[in-house]
């Protein structure tokens, strides 16, 4: 019930959001690929409290990658901290 509720409401914000253009730094820098998107393994490497639960949560459209406007709302939702400036 948690998981759907977060899921619906990361999407219903998520379709009134302005795209974000880059993820920050800190975030960037775990990228290990470079291709711009987060997977489980490179969040783990910097968050490792991150549980499979909340990286599914995050990632709106299950594509098993967290991109930049994933990253944005779950920082406004509290799921993810903000990156380190």
Not at 60 to 84: R, S
């Amino acid at each position: 019930m948690t998981l759907t509720l977060t899921l619906t409401r990361l999407i219903a914000a998520s379709l009134i959001t302005l795209p974000v253009v880059a993820m920050a730094a800190d975030y960037m820098a775990a990228d290990a690929n470079q291709d711009g998107m987060l997977s489980y393994e490179e969040v783990q490497a910097i968050l490792p409290e991150v549980t499979t639960d909340t990286f599914m949560a995050v990632d709106a459209d299950g594509d098993g990658l967290i991109n930049a406007d994933e990253l944005a709302m779950a920082q406004t939702e509290g799921l993810m901290p903000e990156a380190d400036s």
